[in-house]
């Protein structure tokens, strides 16, 4: 991911909260997934495929791998941008990039990846080119650009 450029990037800001700090007076690693999640969801509403919609052709989406590098601590109060897009996409599954940066600086504070498959409700693996054709047109336009 280093020196690398995606499309269609979409920046997600939010403020770290008290109860997200350890005794170290930092986050809690576990909440930069948690973060990752955040501007996921919102990457795919401001792009045009909010979750809820996907899930309510019978799709969902399930994390099947995530992983942070942390480059600095952030801290209670403090602003934060958490910049999330596509990184991967076969069709069956799907791949994210995620760039936290301290709001007032830019600073990079943490970067990682989550990879994703689709599901039916019944837990059988799907290709969204079959079960939701317009999702994947999106998708592949937004790659394509």
């Not at 919609?53 to 995530?66: N, Q, R, T, W, Y």
């Not at 910049?83 to 995620?98: L, P």
């Not at 969204?128 to 994947?136: E, Q, S």
Request: aromatic share 14%.
């Amino acid at each position: 991911m280093k020196g690398a450029t995606f499309l269609h990037t979409v920046t997600y800001s939010r403020e770290v909260y008290y109860y997200e700090t350890d005794r170290m007076d930092c986050v809690h690693h576990s909440n930069y997934i948690r973060w990752f999640e955040e501007a996921r969801v919102h990457f795919m509403r401001e792009m045009g495929f909010p979750y809820d919609k996907l899930e309510a052709s019978g799709i969902v989406s399930p994390v099947l791998h995530a992983d942070a590098d942390y480059r600095a601590m952030c801290r209670f109060g403090e602003q934060v941008e958490i910049a999330a897009g596509i990184e991967s996409y076969t069709g069956t599954r799907i791949g994210f990039f995620y760039a936290v940066t301290d709001k007032a600086t830019g600073a990079l504070r943490c970067q990682g990846r989550t990879l994703h498959c689709f599901i039916n409700e019944t837990g059988r693996p799907v290709s969204l080119r079959k079960a939701n054709p317009a999702y994947d047109a999106r998708v592949r336009e937004l790659l394509e650009d």
